[in-house]
């Protein structure tokens, strides 16, 4: 289990963005769906690349330690996992990436391992193929499993989608015309101010360049999203598929009443991130 989030900056004086802070208060927001690792990737466009940064423990205690480092970017990706040593992917050639991925495409036993390999057939296929889109939808339908991802290249794409059934969640936002975010709940974007405009469909591919938006979807009738992400994972104020996590808890606690009816004063959730 993890939560992602990735941040867009667009328009002129899109360099002064540091996305470091809004990774922050976004993947903080997130934290909820793993404790045990940090970690983040940005576009540093004096050096033209790619720049790293992660550690294990909360994202307090990895952004505490890098506060001086110099790293900034004005696009960026994040990451928070359940397991210690789980980082954003990091990949060189041929087409330098970083993906941030939650759940776990069927490529590996391994979570980590899995998003390993994703990650570097995404990059040949989009040094093979030229267009990150047709790459980025030809592996989605290929690769099965349960996941979302967030990549980030080094010629300033940002490449975000889920798996064909869509089984775990990517929210989208946006600050005006200068800001796009995408994250796992739509909390995340409540922190950082932005306003939530939807969400990627299953199977969608979304890319984000320093010109456009370009979505593709391949049409299916055989989503399948996760109830877990409804019951336990997501947090109460937060929007899955569009949908109030809060509405969907509220309803099962009807349903459940009706079920099994009870005598009481006081009916009490147990434990409380389950109610």
């Given at each position: 289990m993890a939560g992602?989030?990735?941040?867009?900056?667009?328009?002129?004086?899109?360099?002064?963005?540091?996305?470091?802070?809004?990774?922050?208060?976004?993947?903080?927001s997130l934290q909820g769906r793993g404790q045990e690792a940090t970690s983040f990737a940005v576009y540093d466009h004096e050096v033209n690349s790619l720049r790293w940064v992660f550690g294990d423990g909360l994202v307090e205690d990895l952004f505490e330690r890098i506060k001086q480092d110099g790293v900034k970017g004005f696009l960026g990706i994040g990451q928070v996992s359940i397991d210690k040593g789980d980082y954003v992917i990091k990949v060189?050639?041929?087409?330098?990436?970083?993906?941030?991925?939650?759940?776990?495409?069927?490529?590996?036993?391994?979570?980590?391992?899995?998003?390993?390999?994703f990650a570097e057939m995404l990059s040949k296929r989009i040094n093979e193929q030229k267009d990150p889109i047709v790459a980025a939808k030809s592996l989605i339908e290929e690769v099965k499993g349960g996941y979302s991802f967030i990549a980030l290249t080094k010629d300033q794409r940002m490449i975000c989608g889920r798996d064909s059934h869509g089984i775990k969640p990517l929210e989208v936002g946006a600050i005006g015309f200068d800001i796009?975010?995408?994250?796992?709940?739509?909390s995340a974007l409540d922190v950082i101010?932005?306003?939530?405009?939807?969400?990627?469909?299953?199977?969608?591919?979304?890319?984000?360049?320093?010109?456009?938006?370009?979505r593709r979807c391949p049409f299916s009738n055989k989503t399948a999203y996760c109830s877990f992400e409804y019951i336990y994972l997501a947090r109460p104020d937060s929007n899955i598929n569009s949908i109030?996590?809060?509405?969907?808890?509220?309803?099962?606690?009807?349903?459940?009443?009706?079920?099994?009816?009870?005598?009481?004063?006081?009916?009490?959730?147990?434990?409380?991130?389950?109610?």
């Open positions: 992602i989030f990735g941040f867009y900056a667009f328009g002129e004086g899109k360099e002064n963005w540091d996305s470091k802070k809004f990774i922050y208060y976004g993947l903080s060189e050639e041929p087409v330098q990436l970083a993906l941030a991925g939650d759940g776990k495409p069927a490529l590996h036993e391994d979570r980590q391992v899995s998003f390993q390999i796009g975010a995408i994250t796992s709940e739509s101010g932005a306003e939530h405009s939807g969400y990627i469909r299953p199977g969608e591919v979304v890319i984000l360049d320093p010109l456009s938006i370009e109030p996590v809060s509405k969907v808890r509220e309803m099962i606690g009807k349903r459940l009443a009706e079920e099994n009816p009870v005598k009481a004063d006081v009916v009490i959730g147990v434990p409380d991130t389950a109610i």
